[in-house]
């Protein structure tokens, strides 16, 4: 018998209502619509909770282009993780969530180091996804993507939270609007606010994750999208990544970065389109 996710509030946001708590294992979770189940692993954060303020207004926003044909858990790792906590751990995490929470397969959807999430997932617990999307992520990081959250790292831990958050933002934004990103990165120091040791526990598990040896144990058919410029991955990697996926597929959106894959509304489009085909 299937519990169910424990609730701990609902809100009315948008126009729809928004309910909120934990998930076994320990994952925070905003759900809302109605339909099958589509769980939304988000990219890296500071801290593992539940957004508040502008970013939850956005979390929301993203969620509701789905909302209409699936219930839409958005979900974090879980706070506390072990140190030393790999990718294959995460994704334990997810699928004791799936089985115990939910108590069907589920359609995926991960962002960035969610997309990491998600193709462990259905390496390891294949019988779980129905049918995924990988965004703005691959079976690995690209050298320059590895060097990059290696340096984010070092900064926190150095005390340098305004570069890390300056020099993450650079990364994400235009190339026109970099120093402009960079200069409101610094002053906004998101990396700087809460204990970052979730974070750098992800981090360290992105950059030691590869998974191009299980890609061929994937069931579930797969769309992987990303930009051709995005600084962790590029496009080489995410058209391997769907390449020796049985029945995977990808888009690559010319000239654009990590950001236009896993917000922009034609982005969402597509994904949406794939995950309705099935």
Known sequence: ????????????????????????????????????????????????????????????????????????????RKPGLAVGATMADIAADYAKAIMDDIGEPVAFYGTSAGGAVALQLAIGSPELVRRM?????????????RQLLTEIAYLVNTGGPRRASALVAGALAPRPFRHAAEALAWLANPLGVGNPADMLITNSAAIAFDAEAGLGRVRAPTLVMGGSTDPYYGEDLFRRT??????????????????????????????????LAG
């Open 1 to 76: 018998m299937v519990a169910g996710p424990a609730i701990t509030a609902r809100s009315v946001e948008g126009m729809r209502v928004v309910s909120e708590g934990r998930l076994s294992g320990g994952l925070p979770y905003l759900r809302l619509g109605q339909g099958p189940p589509l769980v939304m692993a988000v990219g890296g954060a500071a801290e593992h909770a539940n957004p508040a303020g502008i970013e939850r207004r956005i979390s929301v926003s993203t969620a509701a282009r789905f909302a209409g044909h699936f219930t839409v858990y958005v979900t974090s």
């Open 242 to 275: 769907a390449a020796q996926i049985p029945g995977g597929r990808a888009v690559i959106f010319p000239g654009k970065g990590h950001l236009y894959a896993s917000a922009s509304k034609a982005a969402a489009s597509i994904a949406l389109g794939f995950l």
């Open 133 to 145: 999307v990988v965004v703005a992520a691959a079976f690995r990081l690209s050298p320059a993507g």
